[in-house]
């Protein structure tokens, strides 16, 4: 699992190269991933990915991150980007309960939505430690 934002461009690059998806889906996260490396400070935002899923989080291991919130990144069209907030909760009896936002943007809009995605993670890192 790669958790280097630099590697990661290599990553989708190479995987673009491949007959695995199709190649725009890898072109668009290539795209996102130098804007977001251009312009935008990663300082504390931690990234792990599996093909055309990038999941972000505050939290750098599995098992620190196992039971936060996380934000999802992925090519939903040629130009769009789809992003998404995951929390999670345990209930009694075993129940798990999801909340969720998603947004699909155009990849031109993406670090807006982004941002938006990070102050939620950061906002609930907060409210979890008082």
Request: hydrophobic residues 35%.
């Amino acid at each position: 699992m790669l958790s280097d934002w630099r590697e990661l461009v290599v990553f989708y690059e190479d995987l673009a190269k491949g007959p695995a998806l199709p190649e725009y889906r890898y072109n668009g996260m290539v795209e996102f991933l130098k804007m977001l490396l251009t312009h935008r400070s990663l300082k504390g935002i931690e990234c792990f990915a599996s093909h055309d899923l990038l999941c972000v989080s505050l939290y750098k291991t599995h098992d620190e991150r196992k039971d936060q919130p996380y934000v999802t990144i992925e090519v939903a069209e040629t130009d769009r980007l789809a992003l998404e907030f995951v929390q999670s909760t345990e209930e009694p009896g075993g129940v798990l309960r999801a909340s969720k936002a998603e947004v699909i943007c155009p990849l031109k809009d993406s670090l807006k939505y982004f941002d938006e995605m990070i102050g939620m993670l950061k906002e609930s890192k907060k409210r979890q430690n008082g």
